[in-house]
């Protein structure tokens, strides 16, 4: 969110608190929400992801690849551009658990994966990250369900909120549109691990393909 918006969430935030002051306590919690969640954007250096915000995951370690982060980051990226999906829009962050850690500095790389083509599908962004551990590489990723702010404020807001709940209900369409976009990027990541693993003569065939969650995609 750029600096302007954060600006006038805040300014937005403070108008619904004076007027849930006066007339609404819906409105107060509205502008107390809008207020918290902007300095929460402004004041965080680094992205948060939360562990309820995850809705399938996929991970496996490699052994004896420790410094090799980067060619999973950039495989993967090169992989995903193949499929010339222009809807998928890719950006490399620092993301933390929690806003307490965020401001501590305690965050890790990932590339994040998100389909921009269609709104409904858009809050569905997939993290993917590969680390050091030990003599080993973990490699893994996310799909979350992350609302924009205005989202989130609006699933508050009385009558506007039941419309927008009923917004984010996927159809059919939506659905494929889903695990296609899903399939793609999870293909991708096993991509490169395939290719690093046969790189160190190590075979890839034993690994667990199947993600672990609603997609369950392999």
Do not use: C
Not at 30 to 57: H, T, Y
């Amino acid at each position: 969110m750029s600096k302007s918006a954060i600006v006038a969430l805040i300014i937005v935030g403070f108008i619904f608190l004076f007027l849930g002051m006066a007339f609404n306590r819906y409105l107060f919690m509205i502008g107390l929400v809008a207020i918290i969640a902007g300095f929460v954007i402004g004041v965080g250096p680094n992205g948060v992801l939360r562990k309820e915000q995850v809705r399938d995951s996929w991970s496996t370690l490699i052994e004896n690849a420790h410094g090799k982060a980067e060619e999973i980051f950039r495989n993967a990226e090169a992989f995903i551009k193949g499929n010339n999906v222009p809807s998928l829009v890719m950006e490399k962050k620092s993301i933390a658990p929690g806003f307490v850690k965020s401001v501590l500095g305690s965050a890790r790389e990932f590339l994040v994966v998100i389909y921009a083509g269609n709104f409904r599908i858009k809050p569905y962004q997939l993290f993917v990250n590969a680390r050091d551990f030990g003599n080993n590489l973990d490699v893994s990723w996310y799909m979350t369900y992350r609302p924009s702010m205005w989202q989130a404020l609006a699933l508050l807001t009385p009558f506007v909120g039941a419309a927008s709940q009923a917004l984010s209900e996927l159809d059919l369409f939506d659905q494929q549109d889903l695990r296609a976009y899903g399939t793609i990027v999870h293909h991708a990541v096993l991509e490169s691990v395939d290719k690093l693993m046969f790189d160190l003569k190590q075979d890839p065939s034993k690994i667990d393909r199947k993600s672990r969650g609603f997609l369950g995609i392999s």
